[in-house]
């Protein structure tokens, strides 16, 4: 029998969790980050792939997996990129009312933890995951959190997770030029621990205020000037993140850009910035890493 978002409040405790980390473009740019909510011992909802956190509601945008499954995958070994993939997809269970969608391709590491994930790519989370000193400093912010090497999306960010995760209490994880985490009991719980480490990296680093994201068609006037000052060979070479990979393309850079390649133009710009700032330095993805991204089949990183 299908899943009836009806009869239970996962759905709108997932869509209250994806508006509140969906409408902030500090926090979430074009179809990054995603959120997740534990309906039951096996049963998860989670954002689709390709879907946008703001624009997820109670009866769309999401997929329902049986999380139990994955989550023993991914203990006895989740195997590769492709094969994994398929055994996310394979876990989709009906929703009655809701368009059937692809999981996210992170859904295997929300799996592993508290019952409520809310994973962005904070701004001032990613000056600390995409700098070299980055991680030491926010072990002396954060001397709970847990901090991790780069992992490509997918199987290689599962097991990593899984060495660590916590199926149970608060836990915040800084995934090193990706993202943050944050895990709870509950909604509210969640989202008041992203906020918090959030407010306190702000606060402690002393970062300026977040730059207005402007409509626009092509290039905004505050991404185009940033482009002039990086230069575009710059922003091609040096890759920063899956992000960066996926949207910033020689045409997005060259001025076919839309609302998504603008939003992560506009945090890469701040994250550049603000380490300039700072007196750190950036630690950009290898070659390999980004190559690594052409090779995958699942989510919104192969290129669909």
Avoid: W
């Avoid at 969640?190 to 092509?218: C, D, F, K, M, S």
């Avoid at 076919?256 to 007196?279: H, Q, S």
């Amino acid at each position: 029998m299908p899943f009836d978002p009806s009869l239970d409040n996962g759905p709108e405790l997932l869509a209250r969790a994806a508006r509140a980390a969906g409408a902030r473009p500090d926090l979430t740019q074009g179809g990054g980050g995603n959120v997740s909510v534990k309906v039951g011992a096996e049963l998860m909802l989670v954002k689709a792939s390709g879907s946008q956190l703001k624009d997820l509601t109670p009866t769309s945008g999401y997929a329902l997996v049986n999380y139990g499954n994955i989550k023993r995958r991914i203990c006895a070994g989740p195997g590769g990129e492709s094969e994994f993939s398929d055994y996310i997809c394979a876990q989709a269970r009906p929703v009655k009312g809701v368009k059937p969608a692809p999981p996210s391709i992170e859904t295997g590491f929300h799996a592993l933890l508290n019952t409520l994930v809310v994973h962005t790519h904070s701004v001032y989370a990613n000056i600390l995951n995409m700098s070299a000193e980055g991680h030491a400093l926010g072990r002396k912010l954060f001397p709970n959190a847990e901090f991790l090497s780069y992992k490509a999306p997918g199987p290689q960010l599962c097991t990593a997770v899984n060495e660590r995760a916590l199926p149970r209490g608060p836990q915040v994880f800084f995934l090193a030029n990706h993202g943050l985490v944050a895990a709870h009991a509950g909604v509210e719980g969640a989202l008041e621990l992203n906020e918090r480490v959030n407010e306190t990296i702000r606060r402690q680093l002393r970062l300026p205020a977040y730059p207005a994201v402007e409509p626009a068609r092509g290039l905004s006037a505050h991404n185009a000037s940033a482009l002039a000052r990086y230069g575009r060979a710059f922003m091609l070479e040096n890759v920063l993140s899956p992000d960066q990979a996926l949207y910033c393309s020689p045409e997005a850079l060259d001025g076919r850009a839309g609302p998504a390649e603008n939003e992560v133009l506009t945090a890469l710009f701040y994250i550049l910035d603000c380490m300039a700032g700072l007196k750190l330095t950036p630690r950009f993805l290898t070659r390999s890493e980004v190559a690594y991204f052409d090779t995958m089949k699942s989510g919104r990183y192969s290129r669909k």
